[in-house]
């Protein structure tokens, strides 16, 4: 990790990009890493788009740490992130990528929301304790990212309905405000969708808990 962070910080033969706010990170290299790796990963018609280079510096300011990009956009580090945006503008790309930019203490789980409500269904509500506790409980990773939330159901065990996700964040944050862990998430929902569905204690927890970074709503889905 430190040889990355050292072929990434800024160097004085490559100029700047031109909105660079960061004197610590050279973010054209930046670009081209997870470009590199976005190829690797997904397949040579994987490119960085212009349009979400804003979004891109943002997140890639907080998993490299990088307090001056972040104090000047209100970023906190010690919370976590969540990406919103339309479906299929690249949430979990990034997020995927970005991973390769931590270092190995805050690096995270891409986990689908979805997938966690069906493990609910097979192992019940030790599903929770699973992704709730985190490292202090010898769980292997502490950090996840919680995937597309707002497309899970509540789900029943043993005809007990539980609303998953939203027990699983509540734990999260009780160990966030002790210092413990941090949580990422994607999401498609508006502030208002999320109450809805989670209600306004999870909400507010939320507000807590993580950085909103979120894509243009006219941003096109990539997919098509």
Same mark, same amino acid.
């Given at each position: 990790m430190q040889n990355l962070i050292n072929q990434l910080e800024h160097s004085s033969s490559i100029?700047?990009?031109a909105k660079t706010i960061s004197n610590? &990170?050279?973010y054209n290299r930046v670009l081209q890493f997870l470009d590199q790796k976005g190829k690797e990963l997904y397949g040579h018609h994987f490119q960085v788009q212009q349009e979400d280079i804003p979004t891109i510096l943002k997140l890639a300011g907080y998993f490299l740490q990088d307090s001056e990009l972040c104090n000047d956009q209100n970023i906190d580090l010690r919370k976590g992130i969540m990406l919103t945006g339309p479906i299929g503008c690249g949430k979990t790309t990034l997020m995927t990528l970005c991973r390769l930019?931590?270092?190995?203490?805050?690096? &995270?789980i891409v986990k689908s929301a979805r997938d966690i409500t069906f493990e609910f269904i097979q192992d019940g509500y030790e599903t929770i304790h699973r992704y709730s506790r985190g490292k202090i409980y010898a769980s292997?990773?502490? =950090?996840?990212? &919680?995937?597309?939330l707002g497309t899970e159901q509540n789900m029943k065990h043993f005809g007990n309905e539980?609303?998953?996700l939203a027990e699983i964040l509540l734990s999260r944050y009780d160990l966030f405000i002790a210092g413990k862990l941090k949580t990422?998430?994607?999401? =498609?929902l508006s502030a208002t969708e999320l109450e809805e569905a989670y209600g306004n204690r999870l909400r507010s927890r939320l507000r807590e808990m993580v950085n909103l970074i979120g &894509?243009?709503?006219s941003v096109q889905d990539k997919r098509k």
């Amino acid at each position: 990790m430190q040889n990355l962070i050292n072929q990434l910080e800024h160097s004085s033969s490559i100029p700047p990009p031109a909105k660079t706010i960061s004197n610590r &990170f050279d973010y054209n290299r930046v670009l081209q890493f997870l470009d590199q790796k976005g190829k690797e990963l997904y397949g040579h018609h994987f490119q960085v788009q212009q349009e979400d280079i804003p979004t891109i510096l943002k997140l890639a300011g907080y998993f490299l740490q990088d307090s001056e990009l972040c104090n000047d956009q209100n970023i906190d580090l010690r919370k976590g992130i969540m990406l919103t945006g339309p479906i299929g503008c690249g949430k979990t790309t990034l997020m995927t990528l970005c991973r390769l930019l931590c270092n190995q203490e805050d690096r &995270f789980i891409v986990k689908s929301a979805r997938d966690i409500t069906f493990e609910f269904i097979q192992d019940g509500y030790e599903t929770i304790h699973r992704y709730s506790r985190g490292k202090i409980y010898a769980s292997e990773y502490r =950090n996840y990212c &919680f995937d597309d939330l707002g497309t899970e159901q509540n789900m029943k065990h043993f005809g007990n309905e539980c609303n998953v996700l939203a027990e699983i964040l509540l734990s999260r944050y009780d160990l966030f405000i002790a210092g413990k862990l941090k949580t990422h998430i994607t999401t =498609n929902l508006s502030a208002t969708e999320l109450e809805e569905a989670y209600g306004n204690r999870l909400r507010s927890r939320l507000r807590e808990m993580v950085n909103l970074i979120g &894509f243009d709503m006219s941003v096109q889905d990539k997919r098509k």
